[in-house]
Structure formats: C-alpha cells, structure tokens
C-alpha cells in the first residue's frame, strides 16, 4: 500500500469519526470535504503524470529519434573496431588452420556480421537506403 492510500485511509476514518460525533446532519458536509481530498490527490497524480509525460517528449524531441540506450559514442565503436581485429586474428588462423578457405571465409563472414550488428544497433538508418541532398530546401530526402 502506497503512503499516499495509508494517509488517504486515515482522512476516511478521521471522517467517519467525525460524522459519528456530529451527527447526520454534517455528514453532506464531511462527505463533501474528503470528495475535494480525493479530487485534489487525483488532480495531483494527473498534474505530475502529465508533467513527466511532457518532460520525457521534450527529452525525446532534443535527443531527436535517438534511443537513450544506444551507445554510439566515438570512442565505444573505436574499441569495439580495435577489439573486433585484434579477434580476427586468431579467428582467421583456427579458420584456415581447420577449414582451410572455406573456413577463412565462414571466420570473416562472422567478424563482418558482428561488425554490422553493431553500426546497424547504433545507426539504426544506416543501410535503409541511399539518400539523395535536395536543392530546394538543402534537407536530406529518401
């Protein structure tokens, strides 16, 4: 139970004890009083639920359509290059040492495939075609 329920919780009882008290000619009145509560918890839930829905748009609108896990950062797609070659080369000798050609190719078909993998995940527009500069408004068009 959230403490917002547990204080909401209390505020009934107190409300029910107060009614007991007075009598039934304030219950309309105390009825009404925990109704505004409860509205105003509600239109504080939505408030803040609307305020974080904004602030995630505006992150998304300044990130641009950009994943916030992508990991596209120079020097992460440098090492995952220096570390995909340094691998290609006791791959390429296992490769041709057991397989000979064929094995050598099936060694660099999946240090290629890794390596696209990764530009692909980072890029995500990278192979979805050419594209072509327009004159008219200078923006990049499919």
Not at 9 to 35: C, H, I, M, P
Request: net charge neutral.
């Amino acid at each position: 139970m959230d403490a917002r329920d547990t204080e909401l919780k209390k505020e009934l009882n107190v409300t029910l004890q107060a009614r007991r008290e007075l009598g039934e000619e304030y219950e309309s009145a105390l009825v009404d009083s925990f109704l505004e509560k409860v509205d105003q918890r509600i239109d504080g839930a939505v408030e803040r639920r609307l305020r974080r829905q904004f602030a995630e748009r505006q992150m998304v609108a300044a990130r641009g359509s950009r994943s916030p896990k992508a990991t596209d950062s120079w020097g992460e797609r440098f090492g995952f290059g220096i570390v995909s070659l340094v691998l290609a080369i006791p791959l390429s000798a296992i490769g041709g040492a057991l397989g000979h050609l064929p094995g050598l190719f099936a060694a660099w078909a999946g240090i290629v495939g890794v390596n696209a993998f990764q530009a692909v995940r980072t890029n995500p527009g990278l192979f979805g075609g050419l594209r072509r500069r327009s004159a008219e408004d200078g923006d990049w068009k499919d």
